[in-house]
């Protein structure tokens, strides 16, 4: 049995991105944990305001209701402000992150591709290497960035930043769980072609799986992995 995290920037963000691979982690008898990091929705007003009670009530019981479908009960939020990430310290998201790290000495995590457009996306997935160097957190054995649809296509395909997946997960008897698991997040979805909708994150799924011969896959991008 191994543990396994995933640490995202977004609600949603963990279905979308490794949504089908945490539940085929559970399939196996893994131990997994997410950590949401933003709160998702405060920049979408004019003004930065914190979340109030209701709204946040609503924003978890969405990821109770996505994360159980998948057979994931184990989950922590933060609600930082919602692409501010910028506004912070990377040594005070660094902190946030390493102490799950620390305490939960995950196996596999999982986070999103530096290249992604989104600023809290990006800065996520910088926490998460820094606070899993191999001098601090030995238990780490992988750490595997994701796609985030509407996100990482948007910042371009320079050799830089270019999403390039060298790892993949055939997820075919996850993937109607891990679309059924998405609808719960109806504050989040767009309807088709919107990059963000249940048709084309199943179609995501569907053409990387053309790639390795496979019904569907996720895809990643190995950051370091380390056999010992």
């Known amino acids: 049995m191994k543990k ?12 979308i991105g490794v949504g089908g691979t945490l539940c085929k982690h559970i399939d196996a008898g893994d131990t997994v944990r997410v950590v949401i990091l933003g709160d998702g929705k405060s920049s979408r007003k004019d003004k930065y305001e914190k979340l109030g009670n209701e709204k946040i009530e609503d924003l978890d019981n969405e990821t109770k209701a996505a994360l159980s479908e998948l057979g994931i009960t184990d989950f ?5 402000p919602d692409n501010r990430f910028d506004s912070m310290e990377i040594l005070d998201l660094v902190k946030i992150v390493s102490k799950y790290i620390r305490d939960f000495r995950p196996e596999i995590v999982y986070t999103h591709h530096f290249g992604d457009l989104n600023v809290d996306h990006k800065m ?16 780490v054995k992988q750490i595997l960035m994701f796609e985030t649809l509407s996100s990482t296509e948007m910042a371009g395909y320079e050799i830089n930043n270019a999403f390039s997946p060298n790892y993949f997960v055939r997820i075919e008897k996850q993937l109607d ?5 998405l609808s719960y997040y109806k504050s989040e979805l767009h309807d088709y072609p919107h990059p963000r909708s249940l048709e084309s994150v199943k179609i995501n799924a569907q053409l990387w799986g ?19």
């Open 76 to 80: 922590s939020k933060h609600f930082l």
């Open 4 to 15: 396994i995290l995933a640490i995202v920037a977004h609600p949603d963000d963990e279905i």
């Open 210 to 228: 053309t790639k390795i011969n496979s019904y569907a896959v996720e895809a990643f991008s190995l950051f370091r992995g380390i056999v010992e």
């Open 124 to 139: 996520c997935s910088e926490a998460v290497v820094i606070s899993c160097r191999p001098n601090e957190n030995e238990s």
């Open 177 to 181: 769980r891990k679309i059924k698991s």
